[in-house]
T-cell receptor, first 115, second 115 residues
Framework: AQKITQTQPGMFVQEKEAVTLDCTYD???????LFWYKQPSSGEMIFLIY??????QNATEGRYSLNFQKARKSANLVISASQLGDSAMYFC????????????FGAGTTVTVRA | DSGVTQTPKHLITATGQRVTLRCSPR?????VYWYQQSLDQGLQFLIQ???????AKGNILERFSAQQFPDLHSELNLSSLELGDSALYFC??????????????FGPGTRLTVL
């Protein structure tokens, strides 16, 4: 079964607008971490934001915020005030707390920011 | 720049050959992870080392092996290469295994093309 589901293969957003990228996850662990990464066309993976399962506040990093809804098992990424440089593939990932600390990734969402 | 370095950046080789991919983690990071990104499989975890010891294995083929050396750099060895091994191979590192600070920082990747 898929541990991370990203249902939006591609999205278009107007410059300066906000965009929400959906991510749902599946785990039976109580302790886990959720991550978002950005992959521009150049290929590198850039860490954006982290949310721990016990964190009570939603994580924020600059223009990125994570809308964490534990009961719904969702961890949506919100990018505010989109910029042309935000055009990239975005991956949601999860680390489960069973001693195996690998990241399980979703299929990704391609975001294209229009001027 | 994540601080994780990978060499070479590109590698083109033939079926049946063997290659070695190298990774140097961020200064102070003890944990190294290898991931494979291909069009059909997406991003998949291969193997993890922590302070020189293998910690977890993912979908790593028997033809693939890895190690982490005392200076903490890691090498991924791919042998008897097949066309389907063509992919972007990422190394990531983290200072901790879990909790805040367990963010994995990715290197720029090695793009392997098997002809």
């Amino acid at each position: 079964a898929q541990k991370i589901t990203q249902t939006q293969p591609g999205m278009f957003v107007q410059e300066k607008e906000a965009v929400t990228l959906d991510c749902t996850y599946d785990t039976s662990d109580q302790s886990y971490g959720l991550f978002w990464y950005k992959q521009p066309s150049s290929g590198e993976m850039i860490f954006l934001i982290y949310q721990g399962s016990y964190d009570e506040q939603n994580a924020t990093e600059g223009r990125y915020s994570l809308n964490f809804q534990k009961a719904r098992k969702s961890a949506n990424l919100v990018i505010s005030a989109s910029q042309l440089g935000d055009s990239a593939m975005y991956f949601c990932a999860m680390r489960e707390g069973r001693g195996d600390y690998k990241l399980s990734f979703g299929a990704g969402t391609t975001v294209t920011v229009r001027a | 720049d994540s601080g994780v370095t990978q060499t070479p950046k590109h590698l083109i080789t033939a079926t049946g050959q063997r290659v070695t991919l190298r990774c140097s983690p961020r200064s102070g990071d003890l944990s190294v992870y290898w991931y494979q990104q291909s069009l059909d499989q997406g991003l998949q975890f291969l193997i993890q080392y922590y302070n020189g010891e293998e910690r977890a294995k993912g979908n790593i083929l028997e033809r693939f092996s890895a190690q982490q050396f005392p200076d903490l750099h890691s090498e991924l060895n791919l042998s008897s290469l097949e066309l389907g091994d063509s992919a972007l191979y990422f190394c990531a590192s983290s200072v901790r295994l879990a909790g805040v600070g367990s963010e994995q920082f990715f290197g720029p990747g090695t793009r392997l093309t098997v002809l």
